[in-house]
């Protein structure tokens, strides 16, 4: 079916890395479809509070992994009932997605053949149900039971190392480059934040935003700041600063207290 017969569409883009916003709303604009993005999203809370002061979009596009959590708990705390398009660039997330929903998912980087895809899909599916609240569920306790790594490997010089995880001090990521620091030693790490995120302690690490991870144990003190932020400051840190977003101070807060 022709695209082009898809009337001027309210789109709500769900997605915590600008880059991928960017490319995102780039390939759509190659897709010759009249369509308007309501808001960009990068956390579930700020997903949450939009769903409850807005008319629900035409359609969404959703990323999984956020910065703070799967995008599978927004559903758990407000009614959404729009068709949802998932992103994702794990693949076993994205075959988890597609089981719930009844629109399709997209895998990063994503494709302009496969955004037209599930745009024509969309376009041509009459019956749009809502996520099964019990598989979402089952789907959730799934994901979030995950099996947390004990170390990681790292260059050195031209060979590899293991490293303890405990070992680290903080992670973090500059120039599409991920990196952790080892009393004040930096570790090239060849995974992207989200990929390394995803396997380790939340009881121990916390992502204070989408280019940094620090360790609980390397905390020394905890400072207020602009905005409502606060200020950590971290061991072996001799040129970061390490900055907690507004939307986040609460939760990290409940974080070190748990």
């Known amino acids: 079916m022709d695209l082009n017969t898809i009337k001027k569409m309210k789109i709500l883009i769900i997605e915590d890395e600008p880059r991928a916003a960017n490319q995102l709303q780039s390939i759509l604009s190659k897709c010759e479809v009249d369509y308007e993005v309501l808001d960009i999203i ?100 799934k994901m979030q039971s995950k099996e947390t790594r004990m170390g990681l490997l790292v260059k050195d010089g031209s060979s590899f190392v293991q490293i303890k995880i405990s070992d680290f001090d903080f992670f973090y990521s500059r120039d599409s480059m991920t990196f952790g620091v080892v009393k004040s030693k930096r570790h090239t790490i060849e995974e992207t934040m989200d990929q390394m995120f995803k396997t380790l302690d939340e009881n121990e690490f916390y992502r204070i935003n989408r280019g940094q991870i620090i360790a609980k144990k390397s905390i020394q003190k905890i400072e207020p700041y602009f905005n409502h932020r606060l200020k950590v400051s971290v061991a072996n840190a001799t040129d970061q600063e390490f900055i907690v977003s507004r939307q986040k101070s609460s939760d990290f807060k409940n974080w070190l207290n748990s």
């Open 42 to 141: 990068d956390s579930i809370e700020e997903a949450v509070n939009w769903f409850k002061e807005n008319e629900k979009p035409k359609l969404i596009f959703m990323d999984i992994q956020l910065a703070d959590g799967l995008s599978f708990e927004i559903f758990q705390k407000v009614e959404v009932d729009s068709p949802i398009i998932f992103t994702t660039a794990f693949d076993q997330y994205a075959i988890q997605a597609f089981k719930v929903n009844s629109i399709d998912y997209l895998l990063k980087p994503i494709q302009e053949e496969d955004l037209t895809q599930a745009l024509t899909k969309f376009n041509n599916t009459t019956n749009l149900k809502n996520l099964n609240p019990q598989i979402l569920e089952l789907l959730l306790d």
